[in-house]
């Protein structure tokens, strides 16, 4: 039976932190741990997405913090997830299904990380809920990327 654990992982870390997951790819992608393709290795690439995964989390602490249910939102959240389960998927796995598996970790992340948090991101408590969702969503990506099997490059 094939392991989606990497691939649910990967979109799970999209549902929490969009961007978080954006640069585990790219650090995943520079180590050979992804599928040939799209995904930049470049150092320029890795320091963008990391700036933009750090800007993601400081954004989310103000009380302006769009809800990420909203439809934009939540879109990209299920992309990225598609996106990132499909690049980590094994050499003998089924890309389409690991991407499936990202969406349903996307989905979940989507929704587990809002319910945990609350509804409100602008009191102390959801801002200290969302600096342990942000602890959460790279530790999780770095274990990902760590346990991420080595690519055969074709």
Not at 71 to 76: K, V
Not at 125 to 140: K, N, P, Q, T
Request: hydrophobic share 45%.
């Amino acid at each position: 039976m094939q392991d989606y654990t990497t691939s649910f992982g990967i979109g799970f870390v999209a549902g929490m932190r969009t961007m978080t997951a954006c640069a585990a790819l790219t650090w995943a992608a520079s180590t050979g741990r992804t599928r040939d393709g799209f995904i930049p290795t470049s150092p320029e690439a890795r320091t963008l997405a990391t700036a933009a995964a750090l800007a993601e989390m400081a954004g989310d602490k103000m009380p302006s913090a769009p809800d990420r249910r909203i439809p934009p939102s939540f879109a990209a959240r299920l992309v990225i997830g598609a996106v990132g389960g499909w690049a980590l998927a094994g050499q003998p796995a089924s890309p389409e299904h690991d991407a499936l598996a990202g969406v349903a970790g996307a989905l979940a992340g989507t929704l587990l990380g809002r319910a945990i948090r609350g509804p409100d991101s602008g009191t102390a408590s959801g801002r200290a809920w969302g600096l342990a969702e942000d602890v959460a969503a790279v530790c999780l990506a770095a274990a990902l990327v760590n346990a991420a099997e080595p690519q055969r490059q074709s």
